[in-house]
């Protein structure tokens, strides 16, 4: 399943509460997180590890990232 979180122009922490949510509505799968600073997108890899999930890539998407995390 492949959920997409955008969390652009969202100053922490509600990229990591947007993610953390994200994460356990999907359980397992691929989730895109969209953010516009590298503080949250920091934030939201160290948030996902600590959940056991993996970093899949992070990619430059406009003035942002395109964060993508996978379990499972």
Do not use: F, H
Not at 27 to 33: E, F, L, V
Not at 47 to 63: F, I, K, L, R
């Amino acid at each position: 399943m492949n959920t997409t979180v955008d969390a652009r122009g969202l100053s922490c922490p509600q990229p990591v509460l947007m993610t953390l949510d994200a994460m356990k509505q999907a359980a397992q799968g691929r989730i895109d997180i969209l953010v516009d600073t590298e503080t949250s997108k920091e934030n939201v890899l160290r948030a996902a590890g600590s959940q056991g999930w993996q970093e899949a890539g992070v990619e430059p998407d406009g003035s942002g990232y395109r964060i993508t995390i996978t379990q499972g």
